[in-house]
């Protein structure tokens, strides 16, 4: 079992990246298997050039985001991390997550896959971040694992970050949540506990 950890901090020092640590930390401790990906600061946004639904290749850039859906096609789980700017999610993470999620190829095959969002601040907004990212996931059919508290850990630097006791115990406890959630769907397969058929036929707006 294998999980993505994707950091939407420029920073490697950061409060996202200390807080995306200590989720790994029990992940680890549970024998998953974990792989870091960095957002590139300039990651370019979606063009809707639609060349991703006509090709089902990915996306047209052939990027990050490329990279990013190949490895995530063998992994169980996804783990986001963004720091908090004007109460929303990094520019490049958000243009990155467009990209991922509406390009990817065989969009059936995330349903069920676990996911997670953390989101780092000084103060606030937290929330606000959260919500951004997780939409990612709900709409995908992914399974969102929560902890014990909102997701959300505080400091101005990974040192700051290691001082909020709870934001860490909070971060420990996501780690432990996903790992289980891992292990159930895990031992769901190898009991022949087969999942939902998922009805994807009908597409419509508002005028039909």
Known sequence: MKVLIINGSPHRGSTTVRSLQEVESQLLKEGIETEWLQVPSDCPSCMACDYCHRSKEGCIKKDIVNKAQEIFAD????LVGSPVYYAGASGSLMSFLDRFFYSYPGKMSLNLKAAASIAASRRAG????????QKFFSISGMSIITSTYWNDPHGFNAQDAQKDEEGMQTMRNLGKNMAYYLKM????KK???KEPEIEKNHSTHFIR
């Open 75 to 78: 992994c169980d789980g996804l």
């Open 126 to 133: 937290n929330i606000t971040t959260n919500d951004m990212i």
């Open 185 to 188: 769907r895990d031992l769901a």
């Open 191 to 193: 009991n022949d506990l």
